[in-house]
């Protein structure tokens, strides 16, 4: 981020995991959710610091962030909480970032840029959702959600469209999960060039990443 000094900066969302808000038969607690929040608002801060302040920033939140929407269906004194303090306790209004509830998406010059909903575990998984997104947004596109990497692209009367399923930055060893983890992580890059946005999808493996511009970044 450091050497690439972008201009703008999207985060598409699920920075947050809320498990212990989540659907899924946990007890409620707010222990771990305090500390997701300090580990997230730490890191926009140190990526704000990073980009300097002139950095246009959004944040497309994702399905987890949404978790804590639904848990005032059943802890109904959670709601101002979420409502007000959320945004804040992520810093993202500290860091001055743009941010869109779950489902919503920024059109960066005709790029559609979002978090996604789709998903599916089966073989190809992140390639179907790419394809349902680029059905859905009727263009090219950037997501993750899926936590796998996929690019599809189709080419029609008006032009070449693709979409860039990103993968995830997050850690494999999720207590949860049974066995070698599936996912993949990914991040992205682009330019614009005469008004169009090239994207330059970089998948990261167990060594690092090696940039559109040739330098290798370590883990
Ligand atoms: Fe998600």
Partial sequence: MGDYKPDKLFYVGDMLDLWSWSGFGNPPTEGDVTDELDVCREMLSRHRKIVGPDCETFFTLGNHEER??????????????????????????????????????????????THGEFVSNALYGAANAARR?????GGSGISGHTHRRACVAFSSVRGTHTWYDLGCTTRMDQPWKRGKSDWEWGIATSIVFDNQVHVQQIPIHEHGFASPAGKFYRR
């Fill in 68 to 113: 804590a929407s639904r848990i005032t269906n059943f802890r109904p004194e959670f709601r101002a909480y979420v409502a007000r303090r959320l945004p804040e306790e992520m810093g993202l209004t500290d860091n001055s970032i743009r941010y869109l509830d779950w489902g919503g998406w920024v059109n960066y010059l005709g790029v559609t840029i």
């Fill in 133 to 137: 997104n680029i059905t859905k947004f």
